[in-house]
Nanobody, 117 residues
């Protein structure tokens, strides 16, 4: 069964940067959107950034100007470059992929991002 494999989480000080990466473990078919979500304890999972197959991107307001999502379509990989990190960016970050046509959705296992001194 194909899984989304995430990497790049960790602990960083406020103002620092992290880069998250996600790719499927095997062949997955045509991808429509690739996205990153995040979730903190007791709250629902929310969209951080999404990259569509037509090249369009969209960002949540709190991360605009600080985060950049990018896709490598040849390798079905999606990265999230996070700069000027703040304590309220602390969360578990999840990769999300939606397939073209079927709408089948895949989720990564989540990677912890902690912003703290």
């Amino acid at each position: 069964q194909v899984q989304l494999v995430e990497s790049g989480g960790g602990l960083v000080q406020p103002g620092g940067s992290l880069r998250l990466s996600c790719a499927p473990s095997g062949s997955i078919g045509g991808i429509d959107s690739m996205a990153w979500y995040r979730q903190t304890p007791g709250k629902r999972r929310t969209l951080v950034a999404v990259a569509f197959s037509n090249g369009a991107t969209n960002y949540a307001v709190p991360v605009q100007g600080r985060f950049t999502i990018s896709r490598d379509n040849a390798n079905n990989r999606v990265d999230l470059q996070m700069n000027y990190l703040r304590s309220d960016d602390t969360a578990v970050y999840y990769c999300n992929v939606v397939l073209r046509g079927t709408g089948q959705t895949y989720w990564g296992q989540g990677t912890q991002v902690t912003i703290s001194w």
